[in-house]
């Protein structure tokens, strides 16, 4: 059984990590947010209250988050190893957790700095009508603002502006930083350089993994 947890800021590339390898270990990953951006966009009520505060740059109610995860853990497939992304994102959440009975064996952290974070979200672009995804700095359209695919006019989400993201930023350091130092002393945390490119992220994560 391996129970990993992803840590790292927003934009850190948890989620895409985290996928790489519920692929090559086959073991299944668990985004918080994932379950939560479906909530949004069905809008069911829980999906509501949440989209009000993911658009203002705040964290998501610990209470909502424990519950939404207990609900979807409680599931068989979990029960030969996880990959936590997204969750706990402070000490509260860590708490709860633990109590419950989820537990990790290895914690990965992205160390990824502000202003490489702040680069990769407001510069991120999508397409509403095919989905295709853009990056003004790392991965621009070819022709400005258009979609490379379908030449639909891109978008920017709410969330990705620079205001908000210096907000998450902050509510990171304060939050969920705490957690770093936590796994640091139980010496199951493993400190990754999140400023690299993907795939130097990736074999450093996997060499970290032992695959």
Request: hydrophobic share 30%; glycine share 8%.
């Amino acid at each position: 059984m391996m129970r990993i947890l992803i840590l790292g800021a927003p934009g850190a590339g948890k989620g895409t990590q985290s996928k790489l390898i519920s692929e090559i270990l086959s073991i299944p990953h668990i985004s918080t947010g994932d379950i939560l951006r479906n909530e949004i966009s069905s809008g069911t009520p829980l999906g509501n209250k949440v989209k009000s505060y993911v658009e203002s740059g705040q964290l998501v109610p610990d209470e909502i988050i424990v519950e939404v995860l207990l609900s979807e853990m409680s599931k068989d497939k979990y029960k030969n190893g996880y990959i936590l992304d997204g969750f706990p994102r402070n000490m509260n959440q860590l708490k709860v957790m633990e109590e419950k009975g989820i537990h990790v064996d290895k914690v990965i952290f992205i160390d990824t700095s502000e202003e490489e974070i702040i680069k990769r979200i407001t510069g991120r672009r999508s397409c509403p009508n095919c989905g295709s995804v853009y990056n003004l700095y790392y991965n621009p359209p070819k022709q400005q603002n258009k979609c490379d695919k379908c030449g639909t006019e891109l978008v920017q989400r709410k969330d990705d502006t620079e205001e908000v993201v210096r907000k998450r930023l902050e509510t990171f350091k304060n939050e969920t930083l705490p957690i770093v130092d936590y796994y640091t002393s139980k010496k199951i945390l493993y400190r990754v350089n999140g400023n690299k490119n993907f795939d130097d992220i990736k074999n450093e994560i996997f060499s970290l993994l032992g695959v």
